[in-house]
């Protein structure tokens, strides 16, 4: 049986210009070749598996090489080189300092040092992992590595710069590696699959790229692995998927259209059927947040740039960013977020993820009906149906279920919008209705409408009824609640209530003149708009509470702004007011 190389030994670049990703590093360090500039002390940092040692091997390699290409390349040819190749050179002196940090190991290399080289220029030592020394080591090395016999070059490897002390720091030429871009990985994958014969998907090898989270070594072992897996077979995606485990972009996209055409039902089934497959929904939740920060990116093409995704990928992205308004995008990642946030706090960590959906799919209509969506209503409606959404032959809906859901919808519309813009007219809403829902996602979107603070307490029927209102009536019954509320004692919101009121189409606008009058509305809005939308029979009536603050200089001069002014000072008087059940005269 030939013996099986891995992907990463066997593709270790022999030459700088092979190096992946790093070309201000292989460019300085070339340039410091061919100028005779070589400093004695490197420090190479940067994550693991970016190239550090690779480019300390040809460092040794090239600076001991008997004929230096004109490129300041090693020949890979000579006896130094091919020593070099074979792992025999003598001249290159490897110590991983997270197993041989103590000392004792430090002396055994102080003492090579003294040796100078039988062949060639130079003896290299590497010292991987340096951070992992020991103080003492740290010590022991320093003498040396402050003044190094000529032919001695150190070149030290971290992955965390930060705890290298700043006395080793000052000594080196410090290089810092770069997290290898997906796109260079994908380039070198290929490389190795041409050389290979390996036939592939190109949208595996991003997702390999992706996973290898900038580690050329990382993305290298996963390639490995999913061709063994294949065996001889395509690197499709299917089973890089399978191999890796990862969640398939596909069902984020179709959950995003889901959330686009406000079917919580085909949301929720799509989430099943992730979780059917094995998945964890906390990996699915960040990986839904990823997917809208992509879907944003998607929308500018100076950031699409900023997608690392295989092109026809992209291409998708762009088209679903396309259907998709920023303000939409910007309520799901925030939604998603705090799903992910929240999620290891939750006792029923799968209803908690559902809620989530349930509120990403109602973003669109929320929006609509405040009309800050720029997608027109039509492009809703026209969009044909993604193949994994539920046939409609499962989906039931009644006239009378529907009705319900209208009211409901109306309902957190109103709940939302309260103390800002008045809601489009009723005609507008019922257009919105189109949609089918599962009966059983009704049970659970009218528990999620029945958490959220709004006043959602009217009949359905009332939805019809709009009558135009006037401005007398609204007083009337404004003055009718205000009274009962002094019968009942509730001084200071009867007072609240008897400043100036007017009426905007269907918002009612009451001047406020401080903070605490806001508190005081808050406690009886609610109760207050139930009464006035009932017995003016205009369920879109809202009501805006206005903090207009009193100029410093007015004098109060009505009885009860003397006594406002009074209470902003002493505010004990208001519970006099209140426990005495005093009333202002004019
Ligand atoms: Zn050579």
């Keep these: 049986m030939k013996n099986f190389v891995v992907s990463a030994r066997k593709y270790r670049p022999a030459v700088f210009d092979h190096v992946v ?114 103080n003492a080591a740290f010590n022991a090395f320093l003498k040396t590595l402050e003044e190094p016999p000529s032919y001695a070059i150190f070149i030290l490897a971290t992955t965390e710069k930060h705890k290298i002390i700043p006395t080793i720091l000052s000594r080196c030429q410090i290089f810092d590696f770069h997290r290898i871009q997906p796109k260079d990985i994908v380039q070198q994958l290929k490389h190795i699959a041409q050389q290979e014969g390996i036939t592939y998907e190109e949208e595996a090898l991003y997702l390999m790229g992706q996973k290898a989270d900038g580690a050329l070594r990382d993305a290298l072992s996963i390639f490995d692995l999913v061709v063994t897996f294949v065996s001889g077979q395509l690197v499709s995606l299917q089973a890089t998927l399978e191999h890796l485990h990862i969640l398939d972009h596909s069902y984020y996209f179709k959950l995003t259209d889901a959330c686009l055409q406000h079917n919580p039902g085909a949301a929720l089934l799509i989430y099943d059927e992730i979780l059917r497959s094995g998945f964890d929904g906390h990996h699915f939740i960040t990986g839904l947040s990823e997917h809208f920060r992509n879907l944003m990116m998607g929308q500018d093409v100076a950031t699409l740039q900023l997608l690392e995704a295989a092109d026809s990928v992209k291409e998708q992205y762009q088209i679903q960013a396309a259907r998709a308004s920023l303000a939409f995008l910007f309520k799901a990642l925030n939604i998603a977020n705090q799903c992910d946030l929240h999620y290891k706090n939750s006792n029923n960590k799968r209803l908690h993820v559902e809620v989530a959906l349930i509120e990403l799919t109602h973003i669109q209509e929320v929006d609509q009906l405040a009309g800050t969506v720029k997608n027109p209503l039509t492009q809703l409606h026209s969009k044909p149906s993604t193949p994994t959404t539920t046939p409609t032959s499962v989906l039931a809906s009644s006239p009378q279920r529907k009705d319900t859901e209208k009211n409901n919808e109306k309902c957190k519309n109103e709940g939302k919008t309260v103390g800002s813009a008045s809601p489009l007219p009723a005609k507008k809403v019922s257009t919105l209705q189109a949609t089918i829902k599962l009966p059983q996602i009704d049970q659970l979107k009218k528990s999620f409408d029945q958490q959220q603070p709004s006043s959602c307490s009217q009949p359905p029927e009332r939805i019809t009824t709009q009558l135009p209102i006037t401005q007398e009536a609204v007083h009337q019954h404004w003055e009718t609640y205000a009274k009962k509320l002094k019968t009942a004692g509730k001084m200071s919101e009867y007072s609240l209530l008897n400043q100036d009121i007017t009426l905007a189409d269907t918002t009612i606008v009451l001047q406020l003149v401080n903070a605490v009058q806001q508190d005081i509305l808050a406690g009886i809005q609610e109760d207050l708009m139930a009464y006035l939308r009932k017995i003016l029979q205009c369920p879109a009536l809202e009501l805006k509470g206005v903090v207009v603050p009193a100029e410093k200089n007015t004098k109060p001069y009505t009885a009860q702004e003397k006594f406002n002014y009074l209470v902003e000072k002493y505010p004990d008087l208001r519970m006099f007011q209140e426990k005495l059940c005093l009333e202002v005269q004019d």
């Excluded at 074979?86 to 003294?114: H, K, T, W």
């Excluded at 039988?118 to 030592?125: H, I, L, N, S």
Aim: charged share 20%; glycine share 6%; net charge neutral.
């Design 21 to 134: 990703g790093q070309p201000h590093i292989t460019t300085t360090l070339k340039n410091a070749i061919k100028d005779k500039h070589l400093a004695q002390a490197f420090l190479f940092c940067g994550p693991r598996g970016v190239g550090k040692t690779t480019c300390a091997r040809i460092l040794a390699k090239t600076i001991n090489c008997q004929q230096v290409t004109v490129d300041t390349e090693p020949c890979n040819t000579c006896a130094s080189c091919t020593s070099f190749n074979s792992g025999r050179s003598l001249n290159i002196y490897e110590l991983d300092a997270a197993s041989n940090n103590s000392v004792e190991d430090i002396r055994v290399l102080v003492e090579q040092v003294r040796y100078s080289p039988q062949a060639g220029q130079y003896k290299v030592y590497i010292i991987d992992e340096v951070h992992m020394l020991s």
